[in-house]
């Protein structure tokens, strides 16, 4: 009875195997990026890169077990997920409303060990981050955010109330 249960489970191993996922990363415009946009300074960018790009990004990188059932469903879903929620390879395409909230979740996320989720950085060691490390990234975004809202103030100011905008700022 137990044998026939044990070859029954590995037949349906076997099965999974058949189902590949879908590795193809969609286009990604180098210009919508958020590093060509917001030029991060080197230690950032690579931060990003090694902790955040495989799951919110076009430029995923799939590791072996991606090749074995059913962890490669499991790990897709993360990626879905995660471009969905936050794309950085579309970074352009977001409003500024949207950007600022994404960064606010960021600083929040990354402060609470939330992300890079924890299951990633198991199979990922590069992707741990130091407290230093999360320090500078929620640093950094803070920083953006600060330097978008500016810009988007002098944008937003029409000619007209260009002298409010000033009487604001001293
Ligand atoms: C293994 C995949 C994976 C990695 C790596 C990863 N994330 Fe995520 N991220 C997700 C998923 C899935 C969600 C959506 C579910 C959730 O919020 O837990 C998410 C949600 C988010 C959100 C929330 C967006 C919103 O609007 O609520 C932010 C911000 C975020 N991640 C930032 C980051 C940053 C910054 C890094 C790198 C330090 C990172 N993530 C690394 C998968 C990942």
Known sequence: MAKK???????????????RIDKENPAADPAMDFMTITNPPA??????????YDCHSNQT??????NV?????W??????????????SEWGTYSY???????????????????PLPSYTWGHSEARL??????????WFTELRASMKAAQDTTAAAPAEEEHADDHEH
């Open 5 to 19: 249960i044990v070859l029954a489970l590995i037949a349906v191993f076997i099965i999974l195997q058949f189902f």
């Open 97 to 115: 409303r949207r950007a600022d909230h994404k960064l606010e979740e960021g600083v929040e996320m990354v402060d609470e060990e939330e992300m």
């Open 43 to 52: 230690e950032v960018a690579s931060i990003l890169k090694s902790s955040c």
């Open 130 to 139: 130091s407290t230093e490390q999360r320090e500078l990234l929620t640093g």
């Open 61 to 66: 990188k799939y590791p072996w077990y991606t």
């Open 75 to 88: 790990i897709k879903d993360h990626i879905d997920e995660g471009r969905d929620e936050l794309n950085f």
């Open 69 to 73: 059932q059913p962890v490669a469903w």
